[in-house]
């Protein structure tokens, strides 16, 4: 009888021994593994006013992830994320057409983002902008 | 839960004839002694070492102008970066400290001798693969100490004549040690030569299980097991103790001592490994002074500076090892008690002796 108690006390022991080995041997494991932090690039970008003309798009990383900047026919600035919300490819800018394609599935998109065509079911995410002499901050 | 996939898993593959045959009803000799446990202990490194390995692969670019970087990259920035490239060179380190525990255990036990010869040849073969990794595995962080010590390694080909300077060549994929070097060098590494260690390791474990365990030669009966059979026969050892658990915790516990010691020198030495040249990347117009080898490979290093001809030095070499590779087939006597072995224990002492010095002296001139 007391020698079951005994077996039983030691092998919650071995248990516990070998769950706090492998916690230890695999934290460092997962840390290695973790996506690194602190490399989604950066929150604000400043991009010259006078590097885009009426009508074209430009894109660039932001925030980790893709977006475009495009200034209208009639001079309005509109920053978007270039992430098509249907599955995720990166739109196009169809300058003659003045709006977005996405080359996956066909979806469309006008200058503000909203869904003209195809599968998106969302429009194209804003992102804020702010002018100020000549320099346009976004986010 | 795990009874019920337990008795799954039996009814459909029976796994529970496996574990009777391969575990509990698995009879090894009454007097078997801890030494019998290193193969454990050496199957547990090649399995971390293969584990450490796949984890490095993930940061480390293996392009010479990367591949300093990126292990830099490892040990300074990636999260227990440092400690898995440690584990995985301290691991080279003690992987071929414990085989050669291993196999002197076996010379001592004679455990080589008949029916056993392919067991050593296998075992040998090891041997020569692991340091094959070793070498292979110096290049990849691109330092100093790789690209210099690879260059004085793949040179000592040269001294074979005729075919000797085509050789390095061929070996280097160039006239000097460099980035068509790594490549192929890293490819050995890290493809070719883990899946032929893997295979050697099968088929030792294969003759291990037809053969049957030896018994050690001493304390008890059963010590001289002369091998007279004409016709296959495996060894059972009736009225001894089983595998699991018995022997398990033997196991378990030799394998707890060599973590023990391992994990120290990860912690407390974790310079073992290196020499200030490891830390230097490769500058292929810059020789570092005093460039030597790893401790394994010391007593061929001064073996080769004290022949006056290289091709003397490499042949004294692999006379020697050719020596060790066919020893079962030299040794014939049935006798395997080393005491009872005067000559060949007188052997054994003075190579291990010999060695010593040699790596020694190597390691101080
Ligand atoms: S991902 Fe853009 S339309 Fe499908």
């Known amino acids: ?139 | 839960m795990l009874k019920r996939l337990y008795r799954w898993l039996d009814l459909r593959i029976g796994v529970g004839e496996i574990v009777e045959k391969e575990l509990t009803g698995y009879l090894l000799p009454r007097n078997i002694n801890e030494w019998y446990s290193l193969g454990s202990v050496l199957l547990v490194i090649f399995a971390l070492q293969v584990i450490t390995g796949m984890l490095l692969m993930i940061y480390y670019v293996p392009d010479a102008d990367k591949a300093f970087k990126s292990v830099t990259f490892i040990m300074n920035e990636v999260p227990f970066g440092w400690l898995i490239r440690l584990c995985h060179a301290v691991g080279s380190n003690m992987m071929v400290a414990v085989l050669i525990l291993h196999m002197l255990s076996t010379l001592l036990m004679g455990s080589y001798k008949a029916p056993r010869e392919l067991n050593w040849v296998t075992g040998f073969t090891l041997l020569a693969l692991v340091q094959g990794i070793s070498l292979t595995g110096y290049l990849a962080p691109w330092s100093q100490l790789s690209f210099w010590a690879t260059t004085v390694a793949t040179n000592s080909a040269s001294a074979i004549p005729v075919a000797g300077p085509y050789l390095v060549e061929f070996l280097r994929g160039g006239k000097l040690v460099g980035p068509p070097t790594l490549g192929r060098f890293f490819a050995l590494h890290a493809a070719v030569l883990p899946v032929v260690i893997a295979a050697f390791i099968g088929a030792h474990l294969f003759l291990l299980k037809r053969t049957g365990i030896s018994a050690p030669p001493f304390g008890r009966e059963g010590t001289a097991t002369p091998f007279e059979a004409q016709q296959y026969h495996y060894q059972g050892h009736p009225g001894g103790i089983p595998f699991f658990p018995n022997y398990v915790l033997q196991d378990l516990s030799s394998i707890s001592i060599y973590f023990a010691v391992f994990l120290a020198v990860v912690f407390f030495w974790p310079g073992m490994p290196f020499t200030p040249d490891a830390f230097v990347p490769a500058d292929p117009f810059k020789t570092p002074a005093h460039i030597k080898p790893e401790w394994y490979f010391l007593a061929n290093y001064q073996t080769l500076k004290i022949f006056p001809s290289e091709l003397l030095g490499l042949s004294v070499q692999a006379a020697a090892m050719t020596f060790l590779a066919l020893l079962p087939f030299i040794d014939r006597s049935p006798e395997r008690h080393p005491l009872k072995r005067p000559v060949f224990l007188t052997l054994v002492i003075a190579g291990i002796l010999l060695w010593i010095a040699l790596s020694v002296w190597g390691h101080l001139s």
């Not at chain 1, 065509?117 to 702010?130: E, V």
Request: glycine share 14%.
């Open chain 1, 1 to 139: 009888m007391e020698n079951e108690g005994r077996r039983k006390f030691l092998g919650v022991c071995v248990a516990g021994a070998t769950a706090a080995a492998a916690v230890a041997a695999g934290y460092p494991v997962f840390r290695y593994l973790a996506p690194r932090t602190g490399q989604g690039g950066a929150a604000k970008l400043v991009i010259p006013a006078g590097e885009l003309k009426e009508g074209d798009a430009k894109f660039f990383e932001f925030a980790g992830s893709s977006a475009v900047l495009i200034k209208t026919k009639t001079g309005e600035l509109v920053a978007l994320s270039a992430v098509c919300t249907h599955l995720g490819c990166i739109v196009q800018w169809v300058k003659e057409k003045q709006q977005f394609l996405c080359p996956c599935h066909g979806g469309q998109f006008s200058t503000d983002g909203s869904v003209l065509g195809g599968p998106p079911p969302r429009p194209l995410a804003k992102i804020p902008l702010t002018v100020t002499e000549g320099n346009i901050t976004i986010g």
